[in-house]
């Protein structure tokens, strides 16, 4: 059974945060994943979840100067403190949402060895202590031709290289549709190749960024084609609606009325 979660930074965006999780509620979904919860108190968004009867299926660890244009810290080798303080913050959110998954952001950095040792240790360091809440950490590479030039992997090879490097087994792939249609294509083959080591997915059509339908792939047959491969996780609803949100989910009906019935 296709699993959608409403992304809350991207969708419902017209409403405050904790409103977001009753938008979805009432949109049909059953799990929500957001960037990042960090400024508003662990408990009130447990606590709208749970009124909501939400799952929180994944967040970003803290990725430094979002507005100042930093998409993450943990290839930084200057920047290991502040790093490492947001794994333990992060954690901390992940405790009280009850969430299994955290996305560790890379960054704009060279590919340079000093650069990648730093990576590795910080997913060491962060896989290990999110080991011992049952937590996974989730390296998705993402695009660099449109979204984030720069960043430190755009490409499956690299991240699961990383992975690889970092061997801990609660360090997983997140597979973004949108962002490996731009990189990689072949969706479908890659998909099926990689499931094992997909912890999370996220989609969007491209190009746009918006709802599956607005673009160039095919996400009915996709969709069917992943659940026929037996995958059990969520696929993260990370799309810029291209009007209201409720307005333009006509394409993910029959996936939230599945998870109705
Ligand atoms: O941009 C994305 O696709 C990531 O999933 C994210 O969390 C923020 O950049
Ligand atoms: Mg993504």
């Given at each position: ?11 419902f ?5 904790l ?7 009432a ?19 447990a ?30 080798p ?28 890379a ?21 290990e ?15 660099t ?41 072949d ?7 990689l ?21 160039e ?17 969520w ?16 394409w ?10």
């Amino acid at each position: 059974m296709v699993k959608l979660a409403a992304n809350l930074s991207m969708m419902f965006q017209d409403l405050p945060f904790l409103d977001r999780f009753d938008a979805a509620e009432a949109a049909g979904f059953s799990g929500v994943e957001f960037m990042f919860p960090y400024d508003t108190d662990p408990a009130d968004v447990a606590g709208r979840a749970r009124k909501c009867g939400l799952e929180v299926v994944l967040f970003n660890l803290p990725a430094g100067d979002w507005a100042g244009g930093e998409r993450g810290i943990a290839a930084l080798p200057d920047r290991v403190e502040e790093f490492r303080a947001g794994v333990t913050k992060g954690l901390d959110y992940a405790r009280a949402l009850g969430c299994p998954r955290l996305h560790l952001m890379a960054g704009k950095a060279p590919a340079s060895a000093e650069c990648r040792s730093t990576l590795i240790a910080n997913i060491v360091h962060a896989a290990e202590l999110a080991a011992a809440d049952g937590v996974e950490i989730l390296i998705e590479p993402i695009n660099t031709r449109v979204d984030i030039p720069g960043y430190f992997y755009g490409t499956t090879d690299d991240a699961l290289s990383v992975i690889d490097e970092a061997a801990r087994g609660n360090v997983r792939l997140q597979y973004d549709i949108y962002h490996m249609q731009i990189m990689e294509g072949d969706l479908a083959r890659t998909i099926e190749r990689l499931l094992p080591r997909i912890g999370h997915m996220q989609l969007a059509d491209n190009p746009g960024r918006a709802e599956p339908g607005s673009g160039e792939i095919n996400y009915p047959w996709l969709l069917s084609h992943i659940d026929a491969l037996g995958y059990d996780g969520w696929i993260g609803c990370e799309y810029r609606p291209a009007a209201d949100t409720k307005a333009g989910l006509g394409w993910a009906q029959p996936y939230l009325n599945s998870r109705r019935a």
